[in-house]
């Protein structure tokens, strides 16, 4: 685990503003930021739908925090004829050297660091994401200690670092918000783990759930699994409502959508999702939206 406090020591993680720039290192930043944004419409169609529903303030910063999140998964999800655990060391070496310089060459780990040099991100997040990723490295399975330790770290603190972006700022409102951003976070990992039960089990051999057998997935562990989710989903909500304006719609669609993934979950039998994985079609993705819309318009959220 990478200590922090050393890092804030060192450098005030404080960014020059973009009027005392080069219009070339302008450029970059842009580019780096189009990277990530780019990353985010490729690899999740639904949360980029969500993204854009943000404030435009609020964009580009949790473009580049998903960024970020979605390559470090990738190198422990895809990358199989490689060095996985040497990539991912590389990896968050080079990240916590853009965070200190306020620079990295890589698109991906400039336009996030600027995210966390800008909002001032606890890097107890970053540390903890990563802990998670090395845990997906070799761990298969998992007691009921080390699924709760690795959703923290695999979405929970996602939800945080995006906490402090809607936050702007206000340290008091992020830890009134931050029970709730953690649920939610936890809600949307867990909802995943059931819809990717049998990828996770037949490409990478892997069973978060604790205590779980892939081939004997009952309809009781399933329904104590969903118990768990519904009351995170019901925590999140409860936050939901107290966010800041220009972050509280798109929050509340991304929210919205997982809740018909859950709900469709929680219509399949065991056996349907041990044999398939469960979607959203775009349409109802669409009509989630447009009744988001006439609900947030009414003030009905």
Not at 79 to 89: E, G, V
Not at 123 to 137: G, H, K, P, Q, W
Not at 169 to 198: I, M
């Amino acid at each position: 685990m990478f200590v922090s406090c050393g890092l804030e020591t060192n450098y005030s993680r404080l960014q020059t503003p973009d009027s005392k720039l080069t219009p070339m290192v302008s450029l970059f930043h842009e580019v780096s930021h189009q990277c990530s944004r780019i990353t985010t419409a490729r690899y999740s169609t639904s949360f980029a739908s969500a993204i854009r529903l943000l404030h435009k303030d609020l964009r580009e910063p949790v473009y580049n925090i998903y960024g970020f999140v979605r390559f470090a998964d990738e190198i422990v999800d895809s990358f199989h004829q490689y060095d996985k655990a040497a990539l991912l060391q590389e990896f968050a070496d080079a990240t916590y050297k853009a965070i200190e310089r306020g620079i990295s060459v890589n698109p991906i780990l400039h336009s996030f660091q600027r995210t966390v040099n800008r909002y001032k991100i606890d890097l107890e997040l970053v540390d903890a994401f990563l802990n998670s990723m090395r845990m997906d490295l070799g761990q298969r399975h998992y007691d009921r200690s080390g699924y709760e330790q690795y959703i923290y770290g695999s979405a929970e603190v996602v939800g945080l670092m995006c906490l402090f972006v809607f936050c702007e700022g206000d340290h008091q409102l992020y830890q009134q918000l931050k029970p709730h951003a953690r649920s939610l976070g936890a809600a949307f990992q867990k909802v995943n783990f059931l819809r990717d039960l049998k990828a996770d089990h037949e490409q990478l051999e892997r069973m978060y759930f604790p205590s779980c057998d892939f081939r004997n997935f009952s309809a009781s562990e399933k329904a104590a699994i969903e118990q768990e989710i519904a009351q995170d989903f019901a925590d999140a909500y409860a936050g939901i409502l107290q966010l800041p304006v220009k972050a509280r719609f798109g929050v509340y669609v991304a929210y919205k959508y997982y809740r018909s993934l859950f709900q469709k979950i929680q219509r399949s039998r065991p056996q349907r999702i041990l044999e398939t994985r469960i979607r959203i079609p775009d349409y109802r993705k669409l009509f989630i939206v447009a009744k988001a819309g006439i609900r947030s318009q009414l003030n009905l959220l």
